[in-house]
T-cell receptor
């Protein structure tokens, strides 16, 4: 069964360092989402791509976060510099025309020390 | 401001019990309500509800939406230890091809043997 791939699964970094997360959606899924989930909270949308275009990044802290999906397939989310408050699970999801079925990847657990 | 509120935040039951999880919402441009199950990994899709009064059912799980009173419930009958998870409610408040999910904080269900 096709799955959304993410790497790394875990990342520990010191504050002020740069970190990057990678996501490979299910093949053929045009829409890709990055979410941040703080412990005890539901996922919060950071950025949404339709193919290679950003359709929503209203909740992305653009002073330190950036996201790209250059060829409309895999995507990278970067944080520079990382802050203590960035510690969270970063989830990637993808969907096809059946939008309601967003398939989530296993997530990247980020700890900033 | 769009809100999705889940209750209770946590629940402990014994195997065989029946549980009801609640989700209320206040969002603009409501399109659908979704339920996800999250164990120690990414959320997995359970149901999507768009119409009031029509029950969705999958095995021991069922869900219904009330668009007049702006809430949904998720029922689990004859609970098993494998049902232990966080159950997330999300509302799609998008328009056209721009799909936006707002998640609640989730209900942590613990099923003891």
């Amino acid at each position: 069964e096709a799955e959304v791939a993410q790497s790394p699964r875990y990342k520990i970094t010191e504050k002020s360092q740069a970190v990057a997360f990678w996501c490979d959606p299910i093949s053929g899924h045009a829409t890709l989402y990055w979410y941040r989930q703080i412990l005890g909270q539901g996922p919060e949308l950071l950025v949404q791509f339709q193919d290679e275009s950003v359709v929503d990044d209203s909740q992305l802290p653009k002073d330190r976060f950036s996201a790209e999906r250059l060829k409309g397939v895999d995507s990278t989310l970067k944080i520079q510099p990382a802050e203590l408050g960035d510690s969270a699970m970063y989830l990637c999801a993808s969907s096809s025309d059946r939008f309601y079925e967003q398939y989530f990847g296993p997530g990247t657990r980020l700890t900033v020390t | 401001e769009d809100k999705v509120v889940q209750s209770p935040l946590s629940l402990v039951v014994h195997e065989g019990d029946t549980v009801t999880l609640n989700c209320s919402y206040e969002v603009t441009n409501f399109r659908s309500l979704l339920w996800y199950k999250q164990e120690k990994k990414a959320p997995t899709f359970l149901f999507m509800l768009t119409s009031s009064g029509i029950e969705k059912k999958s095995g021991r799980l069922s869900s219904i939406l009330d668009k007049k009173e702006l809430f949904s419930i998720l029922n689990i009958t004859a609970t098993q230890t494998g049902d232990s998870a966080v159950y997330l409610c999300a509302v799609d408040r998008g328009g056209g091809s721009n799909y936006k999910l707002t998640f609640g904080k989730g209900t942590l269900l613990t099923v003891n043997p």
